[in-house]
T-cell receptor, first 116, second 114 residues
Framework: ETGVTQTPRHLVMGMTNKKSLKCEQHLGHNAMYWYKQSAKKPLELMFVYSLEERVENNSVPSRFSPECPNSSHLFLHLHTLQPEDSALYLC???????????????FGQGTRLTVV | AQSVTQLGSHVSVSEGALVLLRCNYSSSVPPYLFWYVQYPNQGLQLLLKYTTGATLVKGINGFEAEFKKSETSFHLTKPSAHMSDAAEYFCAVRKAGNNRKLIWGLGTSLAVNP
């Protein structure tokens, strides 16, 4: 396996459900990110983990809860979501937290989430 | 505050024609500039980036972009479009220095017609 892998690729959940999104990177990177991609909106950075510590939390509602158990894995736990949370959730990783000129973020294919 | 404007949410070209995707930014200091591509049902992939040095930057798949400070632009071009270039293209800006935040444009959807 190579790159950044996200599972599941598609998820439909009710507003009272609890689910988790999983991201795994095989690149040896030490920073991981969650982004939300909605139609007609710029890509929104949700959370950043660097060396397994959360370094950014961009005013994301508490119904989204990230977890980074090690440098290769990142989870996004979801509970009591709203229909407006339906979006494509992208995970990314990089070597270093956007440090230096050569840092490039590698993205997973995303999880298409639909909240009904 | 920094912002990124991508003119044209949808661009359609014929196969073999020139591709021009526009990106303008607002920044008080020279920024770092990026173009990412997102193919259908895929994540984002870096096409090219400008940090310092030569203002004409070459990327993957035959794409290039030119940083024009006087015009605050970083337009993406490709001389001859291929069907496989159909995708969503995103321009992003990061302030030079210690600021790590990427500011993203809304994206331009490129369609390539046979």
């Amino acid at each position: 396996e190579t790159g950044v892998t996200q599972t599941p690729r598609h998820l439909v959940m009710g507003m009272t459900n609890k689910k988790s999104l999983k991201c795994e990177q095989h690149l040896g990177h030490n920073a991981m990110y969650w982004y939300k991609q909605s139609a007609k909106k710029p890509l929104e950075l949700m959370f950043v983990y660097s060396l397994e510590e959360r370094v950014e939390n961009n005013s994301v509602p508490s119904r989204f809860s990230p977890e980074c158990p090690n440098s290769s894995h990142l989870f996004l736990h979801l509970h009591t979501l709203q229909p407006e949370d339906s979006a494509l959730y992208l995970c990314a990783s990089s070597q270093g937290y956007l440090k230096g000129l050569n840092t490039e973020a590698f993205f997973g294919q995303g999880t298409r989430l639909t909240v009904v | 505050a920094q912002s990124v404007t991508q003119l044209g949410s949808h661009v359609s070209v014929s196969e073999g024609a020139l591709v021009l995707l526009r990106c303008n930014y607002s920044s008080s200091v020279p920024p770092y500039l990026f173009w990412y591509v997102q193919y259908p049902n895929q994540g984002l992939q870096l096409l090219l980036k400008y940090t310092t040095g030569a203002t004409l930057v070459k990327g993957i798949n035959g794409f290039e972009a030119e940083f024009k400070k006087s015009e605050t632009s970083f337009h993406l071009t490709k001389p001859s479009a291929h069907m496989s270039d159909a995708a969503e293209y995103f321009c992003a800006v990061r302030k030079a220095g210690n600021n790590r935040k990427l500011i993203w444009g809304l994206g331009t959807s490129l369609a390539v017609n046979p």
